[in-house]
Structure formats: structure tokens, C-alpha cells
């Protein structure tokens, strides 16, 4: 199995900045990559697919980039919404597999 | 608009076989391409992919637990049924099915439903 490993596993930050959250692969998954957010008592929704494609609806401040087995999701704003887990997903090979979470909290 | 819903107990005794069904609209199975995938989250911990179902009945299942795994459809009622035998208190968790297409990514996802394992 593939395993994914995400950093840091929680992060402090405030309104406004910047915020990355990295993942990294066990093996070269090349850009077979997705980002999640889960907010409290939620689904996970659907953030960025393929490594940097942006899903329809979701704002223009979170990015995605990498490929190979380092992974980034940025946001480039943080907004009080946003304030959530993060989960990044390979879709390279069976068993699909998650990282461990990053949970942004409030500062 | 594509929706799932999950159903099933919301409380398992040890020892006993979990049956969740995942009732979905805006897609159909038979769909080249279609997929439904279960996953589940213990109770502030990360998600697992358990099993995944595809248009041709293709079926894949997690690899630590694939022996306690069946997944299925019906078709004609757009649902896809999980079984995990053998329910331990460690498989209480928020159960999840999702829509996967192609790309291998999980879109939408049901709202989840929480199993409890307990004598």
C-alpha cells in the first residue's frame, strides 16, 4: 500500500495568511493526488484534484501543486471559514489511501 | 445534482455482521466510468478507504481488511451494500460512501453514518 504522510498535523495561523500544508507519498504517485476539507461533524468535500486542479465552486485561494511524492495545498488567505482539516488522498493505485489529517486551527 | 445517503444500524454488538446500504440519485451504476466507494473515520481520527464497487462490478477492498469485506449493487435501485463481519469495538466509526469516476477521487460524499460496536 501507498502511504501518505502529511506536515505538520496541526498549525496555528491567523485571518489573512499564508498557510501550506504538505503531503508526501511512499512511492512516485506522479500528479494522482487530491485535498479534502472536513469541517467539524461534516463529510470531507472535494478541494483540488489531479494535484492542482481546483474543484468547480471552491475559492481561488487554494492551490494545489507538486507531483511525484511531494505534495503542497496553499492557501493564500486564510478566511474564518477555512478553519478545518485538511486530508490529501492518492488515487494512483489500489487501496486509495489518505494522509493523517492537518488541522487548522485559530491563533 | 448527485446525492448519497447512507443507512444502517446505528449500534452493533461484537462478534456480529454490519450491513450498511448507500441509497444514491443523479447517477446511475450501470454508467461506464461509475463508481461507489465506502470509507470510514473513528471518532477524531483520519480516514480509511474500505471497499469500492465499479460500473462492470469490478470490486476492490482494503488490504487489512479485506477478509471481513463484501461489497455489492443493485442496479435498479441505485444502492451498493457493505458487509463487515465480525464487528469489533476498534470499527466504531462515521461510515462514509462517495461517488468515484475515473479520476480516482471521491465526489460528493454522503453525510455519514455512525456505527457504535458495543456489548
Known sequence: DIQMTQSPSSLSASVGDRVTITCRASQSITSYLNWYQQKPGKAPKLLIYAA??????????????????????????LQPEDFATYYCQQSYSAPWTFGQGTKVEIK | QVTLRESGPALVKPTQTLTLTCTFSGFSLSTNGMCVSWIRQP?????????????????????SLKTR??????TSKNQVVLTMTNMDPVDTATYYCARMT??????????????????
Do not use: C, M
Request: hydrophobic share 30%.
Open chain 1, 52 to 77: 492542482s486542479s481546483l474543484q468547480s465552486g471552491v475559492p481561488s485561494r487554494f492551490s494545489g501543486s507538486g507531483s511525484g511524492t511531494d505534495f503542497t495545498l496553499t492557501i493564500s488567505s
Open chain 2, 43 to 63: 471518532p477524531g481520527k483520519a480516514l480509511e478507504w474500505l471497499a469500492r464497487i465499479d460500473w462492470d462490478d469490478d470490486k476492490y477492498y482494503s488490504t
Open chain 2, 69 to 74: 469485506l463484501t461489497i455489492s449493487k443493485d
Open chain 2, 102 to 119: 475515473t479520476g480516482n477521487w471521491f465526489d460528493p460524499w454522503g453525510q455519514g453514518t455512525l456505527v457504535t460496536v458495543s456489548s
